[in-house]
């Protein structure tokens, strides 16, 4: 316990000494607080609440955890996440010549134009003929999971309907990916004018990622995708709008809390459709689905903190890159799948699963102690160096979406391994139709 109260303190110290730096609209910041919120903070905790992660977590065996394994796992992501921050913060001095604090949602002026809609219509078609096509083809595995999983309730249902209708990494790519890109794109458009076929338009690519993304039967996509929204919608009119006239405070706090709530509904009414919990009346029902989201929010990265910690090098070595699909495919060695194969081990029932681990967890499970060093420096720098080509882009509406997408990505950072969020997750894809969209394909900088 001491050690933990120590790392505790240590952690608080760094964030009061980093606070202007951390709470900014830059990747770093959305990194290291989504970081913190969803796995070190439970790490930390995990010690003073451990009869409850027993009990909520009970398909796991729990009990494999001892407690050399949770001071271990605590060394590890407080070290790690302050590796990141110390190089991350070296390379901005590096590439500033001082440590500038970066926020890339504030800027005066108005957002310029530099988006191609020509380019934007020309992959709309494709992808919507795409989308037609390949849901026409899948329209018994969508049906089932409608109506089987999320209107029937049955879990199994929904699991096997999402392996089904994620088995083409193109679809998953344009649903995760492209789609919410496109959708932001043209709510730029209906704020800037709103014109009859803007608005159709928006509305259309709004209501088709909505759904697709909720017939992936995944949670998080579709929250994240929706805050997303939210705030690019907040930044374009901040930015579009005329000044008016002062208003109360209080009405952007009632929105934020408008939305934060129905966010939260959003995330109950999603649970309530994949759990079997029968209840007597709406008031049981929030306060239950309410811990199941809080528990399974904040606890999924937590738990395989300690199993990654546990079971490497004792049950097996470390994975390396064996653990990266496309690098097993193009080198032909043999791949090992992290997440499924601590899932079997530490899981109670014989159901496939996987899980979450985070950028930090991951260059330790992959590489041990070099891992976490290395593998963290090396990712400050690279937060860094995104950091400062972002703030050194003019801007203007395509350029501030990508942003917004950049924020995505770090949050990304905090729920996967660095290649996944790469690749699975989507930043190339990002990158990729962030450059097709530039007009004549040039980028553009801050004068």
């Known amino acids: 316990m001491t050690i933990t109260y120590i790392l505790i303190v240590v952690l608080l110290l760094h964030i009061f000494l980093f606070k202007k730096l951390i709470f900014k609209w830059n990747v770093f910041g959305v990194f290291f607080i989504a970081t913190i919120l969803f796995s070190t903070i439970g790490v930390l905790i995990f010690p003073f609440l451990k009869p409850y992660f ?11 955890i001892s407690d050399h394994d949770i001071i271990k796992t605590q060394l590890i992501a407080v070290s790690g ?23 890339h949602l504030r800027f005066e002026g108005k957002i310029k134009n530099n988006l191609s809609k020509t380019n934007l219509s020309f992959i709309t078609i494709i992808i919507f003929l795409f989308l037609i096509i390949y849901l026409f083809l899948k329209r018994d595995i969508l049906i089932a999971g409608i109506f089987d999983g999320l209107l029937g309730r049955q879990p199994d249902a929904l699991l096997k309907s999402r392996r089904g209708i994620t088995s083409n990494y193109l679809y998953v790519i344009i649903t995760y990916n492209i789609l919410p890109f496109m959708s932001i794109v043209s709510l730029y458009l209906m704020i800037k004018r709103k014109t009859i076929s803007n608005r159709i338009s928006f509305i259309v690519l709004f209501i088709t990622s909505f759904f697709l993304i909720l017939l ?20 374009f009119k901040r930015n579009l ?27 109950l009414l999603l649970y309530y459709s994949a759990t079997t919990y029968q209840f007597q009346n709406v008031f049981q029902a929030v306060v239950k689905l309410s811990e199941v989201a809080l528990s399974r929010v904040f606890g999924r990265l937590t738990i395989p903190s300690f199993f990654y910690v546990h079971y490497f090098p004792q049950v097996e070595g470390h994975y390396g890159f064996s653990n990266i699909g496309l690098l097993s495919k193009a080198f032909s060695f043999e791949h090992f799948a992290d997440t499924k194969v601590l899932f079997q081990y530490f899981s109670r029932n014989k159901k496939d699963g996987s899980l979450a681990i985070n950028s930090v967890m991951d260059f330790y499970g992959a590489f041990g102690y070099y891992g976490l060093i290395i ?12 950091d400062v080509f972002l703030n050194k882009l003019e801007k203007n509406n395509i350029n501030l979406i990508f942003i917004i997408f950049c924020f995505v990505f770090a949050y990304y950072l905090s729920q996967a391994s660095l290649p996944r969020s790469l690749l699975g997750y989507g930043f190339l894809f990002f990158v ?16």
């Open 54 to 64: 027993s009990e909520t977590f009970r398909t796991f065996k729990l009990e494999l």
């Open 241 to 267: 709008s005329p000044k008016k006239k002062k208003i109360s405070k209080k009405m952007p706090r009632r929105k934020y809390i408008l939305y934060g709530s129905s966010l939260f509904s959003l995330l």
């Open 216 to 235: 992936l039967f995944q949670k998080r996509p579709l929250i994240i995708f929706l805050a997303s929204l939210v705030l690019s919608g907040f930044v």
């Open 432 to 447: 990729l139709i962030w450059m097709f969209l530039q007009k004549g394909f040039k980028i553009k900088l801050r004068r």
């Open 375 to 386: 593998g963290n420096l090396f990712l400050g720098i690279l937060i860094s160096i995104l």
């Open 81 to 103: 996440l302050l590796l990141v921050l110390y190089s991350y913060v070296f390379g901005i001095f590096v590439l500033y010549g001082r440590i500038k604090c970066i926020d």
